[in-house]
């Protein structure tokens, strides 16, 4: 009997160690960042569950430590690597790790034939159901303004796919497609352009709406119209990403009507789900994971 | 007795890292491929921390060694971008990073600005400098030609499987080229009598200002190299990549000056604090502790040595 329990004992404490072998190093230069934290936050929730030994390895801004701690975690013989950083700047690291056979997973990374797969939002969809809701809020027909940045990639396909959704609607004119000057961070050069617009169309009605690729330009926008005392027209304006300034714009309830964000913690728990599938041996085809997003209006813009 | 223990306790100190790691670690530290990879991994703090000892010798030293290797990294990813040849490119951010160490030098013994005060000025000039220049960007992907990213990848192949890489290779060149400047040739003793006592290297006649003006140079030159390795090594280059350079080459002097007579700095013992703190970076990432445990441990170690020294010498 005592025996048997020994034996038992043994038994699950060698199960306990042989099921929990496997190893994850999560490393980024970003964790400082509110959006990585949650990244991996959703990521470390899975890999408790999975009885994973994870690694998480700040480098502080250093992009190339995070080649080095790839070297390493490779040296190390872990089972898989999750980074959140450009891909291309850490291909010497990358290159290491497909050499050792060691799958590396981007977690909101960026594309890259090194990485196994990218786990992120999709900015196309994102730019979709924000100027959907501001084409069907205004009636499918008026004047729209568009604050885009084409010289930023993932910012630029979200222009694209307004200007798409916009061109279907026959009753629909873009009056200005502006690209605001960023290097302030945005806001005040869109409210100073959004201003000028604002004087060059002064009939009551004359504007419909506002499609900003980002927030802060709807912001921009926002201040612009209620400094003319022009809020009380119905101008709708959209921004994306959510960030907490234009979540209380919207929760306030004035011109800023949408924005999109994004779940952070959901792309670290699906970074989890295809590290588990790689690290299974499975061959993931998806070169690029979407992690979905949601609408924020007044309903549920508070934090 | 006691005095030889305080002036080794730092080379036992890396001796025993290395030993706590070859054990704890036996299948994977001790091995050519690992050892190859710290030394690739520590060779851009090693090149900025060995030419950061020049002016620490004498007594001097340069906070804006980080940005300037910013700002050489920045300069030659522009150039491509303009299309400059690679070599044109690289020359360009090395003689920026002598002009940056020339504008440190003149402030400090021609205008007579405290080290600390005019290279933390400069600091801020540098990085400023350096967004400026990139639009605040980071420049990668086809602006970096592939022959000066190539340069990190490279390396002289032994044998089967053991490559040195070429950035090791760099870094043990500038090792010793500082080293017989420093320790060999008359240049070097007069630094050293300037970190000695500036004014009896006065009084002998030296000619301290433009031998403080040519020290800073060369560490700026030195940091501009570093750049340039971080650069190739990330493929890009970014305004702020090189900021954490700076602290960490100002501890691996700190390490190595613990094991000299007189607590001055000599590179080979800055080479030492490099390897502690590349080998902890190493070793303690394949042990899986926490990345802010292990700032802690190399803040903690910084201290412990230094301490022990100085509490060593005081009792003589």
Request: glycine share 10%; proline share 4%; hydrophobic share 55%.
């Amino acid at each position: 009997m005592k025996l048997t329990i020994l034996a038992t004992a043994a038994a699950i404490a060698w199960s306990g160690t042989t099921l929990s072998a496997e190893t994850v190093a999560v490393i980024t230069p970003y964790l400082a960042q509110p959006g990585t934290q949650a990244y991996v936050e959703g990521f470390q929730a899975k890999a408790a569950e999975a009885g994973w030994t994870v690694n998480v390895i700040d480098t502080a801004g250093d992009v190339a430590a995070v080649i080095s701690r790839i070297e390493d975690a490779v040296t190390q013989k872990v089972d898989a690597i999750v980074i959140n950083v450009d891909p291309a700047q850490v291909a010497a690291g990358l290159q290491t790790a497909k050499d050792a056979g060691i799958p590396v997973i981007g977690m909101d990374a960026g594309t890259d034939p090194l990485l196994v797969t990218n786990v992120t939002s999709n900015g196309y969809a994102m730019a979709t159901e924000t100027s959907v809701y501001l084409a069907n809020r205004i009636g499918g027909k008026g004047g729209v303004v568009m604050f885009v940045f084409d010289a930023f990639p993932p910012v630029q396909i979200r222009g694209v796919m307004a200007d798409a959704v916009f061109a279907n609607y026959p009753d629909i004119k873009v009056i200005d497609r502006i690209t605001p000057d960023v290097q302030d961070g945005g806001i005040a050069d869109s409210r100073a352009k959004m201003e000028a617009i604002l004087a060059a169309n002064p009939e009551p009605g004359s504007i419909a709406g506002v499609w900003a690729a980002w927030d802060q330009p709807a912001l921009g926008a926002l201040q612009a119209i209620e400094a003319a005392g022009r809020q009380g027209e119905g101008i709708v304006v959209t921004g994306i990403d959510a960030n907490p300034q234009a979540r209380e714009a919207i929760a306030a309830g004035g011109n800023f009507e949408a924005s999109m964000a994004q779940d952070f913690v959901a792309m670290g728990a699906a970074a989890a789900d295809a590290t588990r599938r790689a690290m299974a041996g499975e061959t993931i085809k998806e070169k690029v994971i979407y992690v979905p997003t949601v609408l924020i209006t007044a309903a549920n813009a508070a934090p | 007795m006691l005095k030889h223990l305080r002036q080794s306790g730092t080379l036992i100190g890396l001796l025993g890292i290395v030993l706590f790691f070859a054990l704890q670690l036996p299948d994977t530290f001790l091995t050519a491929r690992n050892l190859l990879n710290v030394s690739q991994q520590i060779s851009m703090l090693a090149v900025t921390a060995f030419t950061m000892t020049i002016v620490m010798v004498m007594g001097d030293f340069d906070l804006s060694v980080g940005s300037t290797a910013s700002l050489a990294g920045i300069v030659a990813a522009v150039l491509f971008a303009a299309g400059w040849p690679v070599w044109a490119g690289v020359a360009a951010a090395l003689a920026i990073g002598v002009v940056g160490g020339l504008l440190n030098g003149a402030l400090v013994a021609y205008v007579g600005i405290l080290p600390f005060i005019a290279t933390l000025g400069t600091l801020t000039i540098f990085s400023g400098t350096a967004f400026l220049v990139s639009d605040g960007k980071t420049i990668f992907g086809r602006d970096i030609p592939p022959g000066f990213a190539g340069f990190a990848r490279s390396g002289v192949t032994l044998t089967e499987g053991v490559t040195v890489p070429a950035m090791s290779i760099a870094a043990v060149l500038v090792l010793l080229v500082v080293y017989v400047t420093l320790e060999h040739t008359i240049y070097g003793r007069r630094l050293y009598a300037i970190g000695g006592n500036v004014h009896a290297a006065e009084l002998a006649g030296l000619n301290v200002r433009r031998l403080r003006l040519s020290a800073f140079a060369l560490t700026g030159l030195g940091a501009a190299m570093a750049g340039l390795m971080y650069a190739s090594r990330v493929a890009s280059a970014n305004p702020t990549q090189g900021a954490g350079l700076m602290l960490d080459a100002i501890a691996a002097v700190f390490l190595g000056m613990t094991m000299g007579r007189q607590g001055e700095p000599h590179v080979m013992a800055t080479l030492v604090g490099v390897l502690i703190l590349g080998i902890l970076d190493n070793g303690l990432t394949q042990m899986n502790v926490d990345s802010y445990v292990r700032e802690i441990l190399i803040g903690g170690i910084v201290v412990a040595a230094v301490a022990m020294s100085s509490y060593g010498r005081a009792r003589g």
